[in-house]
């Protein structure tokens, strides 16, 4: 049997004590994502993402979209400052989106959509505030599918896009400030 061989049994140790040693020598070398100081005594991560200053985004009044700027930034900035005050801001950040909605699955008798997909794509730009040279560029979008429960019932139809809306949002939301948050930590 496995168990009562010596040979097996001292392979076994030799090996969890060097992965444990290895743990061990290694564990040193990482840090939080979002500690309060970086690992020369610097600002950390937190410090820099609060002075991230969120402008506006455009968009037409009164359309689908004006809605999901503002939800988009209101994400936004909870996400990179926690709620709490902003600090001095040392970068800018402008965000453009524009949304699409398109028919997934379509009833054959009644040739209308049964799931739709809504999806919102955006562009970002970091730029920083003191020498006005973008330091991030990038894009990022979000497809989220809902269900229309049946031709009768609209505001039903009209809830799930809007909910839809708003997980779309938040997804654009946590990309960008995870992209931030990676040029914050690596400087890339």
Request: proline share 4%.
């Amino acid at each position: 049997m496995w168990w009562s061989d010596r040979r097996s049994a001292g392979n076994r140790f030799a090996r969890l004590t060097a992965t444990l040693a290895v743990a061990a020598s290694a564990g040193g070398c990482f840090q939080p994502l979002y500690a309060d100081r970086s690992p020369d005594g610097g600002p950390g991560l937190r410090s820099a993402l609060a002075a991230v200053d969120v402008k506006q985004i455009s968009a037409g009044k009164g359309t689908d979209e004006a809605r999901l700027a503002v939800e988009i930034r209101n994400a936004l900035l909870f996400g990179l400052t926690g709620g709490g005050p902003g600090g001095r801001p040392a970068y800018s950040l402008t965000i453009r989106i524009s949304s699409t909605v398109a028919d997934i699955i379509v009833d054959t008798t009644t040739t209308r959509p049964s799931i739709e997909d809504y999806g919102i794509n955006a562009t970002y730009t970091l730029t920083e505030i003191a020498s006005g040279k973008p330091v991030v560029n990038g894009q990022t979008f979000a497809r989220v599918s809902y269900d229309i429960p049946g031709q009768e019932q609209r505001f039903a139809r009209l809830r799930g896009l809007r909910d839809a809306e708003n997980r779309a949002a938040k997804v654009i939301a946590d990309n960008v400030r995870a992209r931030l948050a990676s040029y914050f930590a690596a400087g890339t």
